[in-house]
């Protein structure tokens, strides 16, 4: 029913995270009704291929040099303590923690987080680029980051212990009620953490 | 924080219908890492733009020819009934009569509906391009619709007393308890649509 270029522009469109096929239509149809957005997005996107790509250091996100290098705003950044590194998950996460104006350091993202029911192992992280940024930058002191989940949990702990022998400071993120919460709705697990956690006044 | 052009194509993105800056942002990191699916996008809305609009005769989408004129699959479909005319507010209306493909004759996209709470009076509709083609196409059955809306029912009878006077015989979609509907969970209006609209067995 539909011309044959609109069905494949809706099916590429449903591969964006969280969209279906309806929501794809609506996105489409949309831009029938306003040809310029579409064209001005088939551009950005075209830029995003050519000229973004993660940081070759950290992962953040970065435009493409002319010398074909990647840097990121953070790297280049010379005011930054170059000592200090935070690992994260996801470049999301690198972003929230941007926004909160609390790390003066650099970052590091994973990419993933080991993950035994999804069947990733130790191997499946990056470790080896760690060990050598953490070398080559004399890092001295590193915050893991990952998230307070399971999986998030247990790779905080295993590069703690990997990280052990570069005699680099090691520490996690603090867990526990978050800002303005009540203790009446908290779950077990947060409490728990929270009073494990506590920290003298 | 972000290079200058993801910023700008997230701007982009959020103009979408129902996309804010979150989740622009989330579609354009996904794009980050999935290069492939940025390239594929950015052709299919440059198609979109050079070869998709709105169908000369009836509104519905419609792939430009090499002519330039644009006629929808169902205008360019021989069998179907051309003296039925079916009157939508827009084509996502279209696309779910066809969907129970009971409608088998042609259509007419409205493209807006009489709002006067949103200023919109009857010179904003295309009645001249509806009575031209009720003309040219001799339409003899002209099917109303438009949503059952405050709104929609406005136009409707609006458009009944407009086409009076072509001659055709104009009907309005039946409203009522929809296919498995519960009575007991109905509101007043549509119960009370379904019992004015009984129809003898």
Known sequence: MLPARLTRLIHLLSRLPGVGEKTAQRFAL???ANRELAIDLSQGL???AEFIRPCDVCGNLAEISEDGDARCQICLDQRRASALL???QRIQDLMAIERSGAMRGR???LGK???PLDGVGPEELPLEKLRARIQSDRISEVILATPTSVDGEATALFLARE???LGVTVSRIASGIPHGGELEFADQITLGRAIDGR???
Chains 1, 2 share one sequence.
Do not use: G, K, T, W
Request: with cysteine; net charge negative.
């Open 30 to 32: 949309s831009m029938v």
């Open 46 to 48: 075209h830029d995003l």
């Open 86 to 88: 935070c690992i994260v």
């Open 107 to 109: 970052y590091f993202v």
């Open 113 to 115: 987080l080991l993950s």
């Open 163 to 165: 990280l052990e022998a």
């Open 199 to 201: 920290r003298s006044l």
